[in-house]
């Protein structure tokens, strides 16, 4: 192995070049040539070493931004079910026997 080594890049059997796990969809056979040619990793070229192909220093770069990126859309996703389930008070664990009376339930006791 030759430089930096992206942890979403994956060699396959069928390729002769690193794939982006990153850009993976789901149910698809990336064994299969033709699949594996649509996630292709972008930043690699042939090591003069080891003949073989490798991340390029700039592979550095996509893997911090891809980071980012998959925090900020875990971070939006987040903020839109807190923007779509509001706490209540009948939600707090401190209102959950009130919240059983009004309801005619009765609170099992562990």
């Not at 982006?20 to 990793?41: L, S, T």
């Not at 930043?43 to 996509?62: I, L, P, V």
Request: charged share 30%; net charge positive; hydrophobic share 35%.
């Amino acid at each position: 192995m030759c430089g930096y080594h992206c942890p979403f890049a994956e060699r396959k059997p069928c390729a002769g070049f690193l794939l982006c796990r990153d850009m993976y969809e789901e149910g698809v056979n990336y064994n299969v040539r033709a699949n594996a040619m649509n996630v292709i990793c972008a930043f690699q070229k042939q090591c003069m070493r080891t003949g073989r192909m490798e991340n390029t220093d700039s592979a550095r770069d996509c893997y911090e931004w891809r980071i980012k990126a998959m925090a900020e859309a875990k971070k939006a996703v987040i903020e839109d079910d807190s923007a779509v389930q509001p706490e209540t008070a009948i939600d707090k664990p401190e209102n959950a026997e009130a919240s059983a009376k009004v309801s005619g339930k009765k609170k099992k006791k562990n």
